[in-house]
């Protein structure tokens, strides 16, 4: 008998235990928790960090996160206003606002995830349609500064109405407007990434490589064009340069022959016996150059040089 009592004295206390601990939980500071019972909450939600109790066994707890979520879309194709069609890749961030209201229309995480999803894609196609590719990928009027004349046509922007920035704030107003009632608030909503389909994308590429190749001839013609005038240049100061020089090497040859002839004369004025050797020392010197050692030379009796051998 008090075999059976102790056995029942430890069963009491394991329920009791357990009871006890499936009564006491613990909401942290980035949570906040629903309590249900049989599938329907009791009481307001809890938004505060610290120990609860609950009737153990029959209610259940719920917790939710109370930080800012994610939520990231898929690439979807969707056609422009303009009737482009290209793939649109966004984000969102969001939070739970009123986890009551969440729990009884979205249950979790999950469910939110799909409703979200099914928001933003439908708002998002609606303002894509809505507006030009010009809009969902410019958000200011600018003017680009021109560095070149001939760029002017190319680089003239067209004007915006709108604008990617107000487009985005349109798709977050509209989309919150529909999850009022859901307990959620999408906090942010922005465009990852617009590109063209593949077929866009390609002939896109080729104007854009037609165009850079253009501007390339430009520069190329141009290059050219400032090589011939810099060469041509060239060519008429090498021109002038060397007119100089010859002109200069010129009156440089006029004046030594001047200066030569001018003491040939004065040698040529002085005495008899001078001439006599100016005109010996020049016949030496013609002999000098003219002959060497096997040089046969036939004079005339009448030569200056047969003279000066004869009669030195």
Known sequence: MKKLANTILIAVT????????????????????????????????LTDPGLNVKVPFIQRV?????????????????????????????YARWEITDPLQFFRRLRDERGAQSRISDILDG???????????IELVRTSNRTPEQT?????????????????DAI????LERANERTSDLGIRILDFRFKRINYVDEVRRSI????????????????SEGQGEARRIEGQKERELAAIQS??????????????????????????????????????????TLEISMD???TIILSTESDLFRFLSNP
């Open 14 to 45: 394991v329920v009791v235990s357990i009871a006890a601990l499936d009564a006491v939980f613990i909401i942290d500071e980035t949570q906040q928790a629903i309590v249900t019972q049989f599938g329907r909450p009791i009481g307001e939600p």
């Open 293 to 295: 050692e096997n040089t």
């Open 123 to 133: 708002e998002t196609r609606n303002a894509v349609a809505e507006n030009e590719l």
């Open 62 to 90: 719920s917790f939710f996160d109370k930080r800012f979520l994610e939520w990231d879309g898929d690439a979807n194709q969707v056609p422009t206003r303009d009737k482009k069609f290209i793939f649109v890749d966004s």
């Open 168 to 171: 985005e704030r349109l798709i």
């Open 205 to 220: 590429n080729e104007r854009m490589i037609s165009e850079r190749n253009q501007i390339a001839d430009l520069f190329r």
């Open 148 to 164: 070149e004349e001939y760029l002017e046509d190319l680089d003239r922007l067209e004007d915006i109405q709108i604008g990617r």
């Open 244 to 285: 100089m020089a010859v002109r200069e090497s010129e009156e440089i040859r006029g004046r030594a022959d001047a200066e030569a002839t001018n003491i040939y004369a004065a040698a040529y004025n002085r005495s008899r016996q001078s001439r006599e050797l100016y005109a010996f020392l020049k016949s030496l010197e």
